[in-house]
Nanobody, 117 residues
Framework: VQLQAFGGGLVQPGGSLRLSCAAS????????MRWYRQAPGKQRELVAA???????NYVGSAKGRFTISRDNAKNAVYLQMNSLKPEDTAVYYC????????????WGRGTLVTVSS
């Protein structure tokens, strides 16, 4: 099983970006999917989470600016980020609880988001 995140890049303050992450491989089911981020010199932190039923949870400054969504048919999770600030600059990682031949939590490689003028 692999998770691949993409969609990062350079954006000006106040701009928007949409991150995507898709899981591939021998997948039976996916329950929780999440986005984390890690800014330079800081610990990795949870940004948002979504259940298989679509219930969402946001942490800290993501509330009101970011929207997490998923497409269960595509085993994908998205993060729409609006009103971006320089402090949103970080490597963003997707994470999912996946059942294959066993159950486990899988991480994707990060995608860098840089908010700068």
């Amino acid at each position: 099983v692999q998770l691949q995140a993409f969609g990062g890049g350079l954006v000006q303050p106040g701009g928007s970006l949409r991150l995507s992450c898709a899981a591939s491989g021998s997948i039976f089911s996916i329950t929780h999917m999440r986005w984390y981020r890690q800014a330079p010199g800081k610990q990795r932190e949870l940004v948002a989470a979504i259940t298989s039923g679509g219930s969402t949870n946001y942490v800290g400054s993501a509330k009101g600016r970011f929207t997490i969504s998923r497409d269960n048919a595509k085993n994908a999770v998205y993060l729409q980020m609006n009103s971006l600030k320089p402090e949103d600059t970080a490597v963003y990682y997707c994470n999912a609880d996946i059942r294959t031949s066993y159950s486990g939590t899988f991480w994707g490689r990060g995608t860098l988001v840089t908010v700068s003028s």
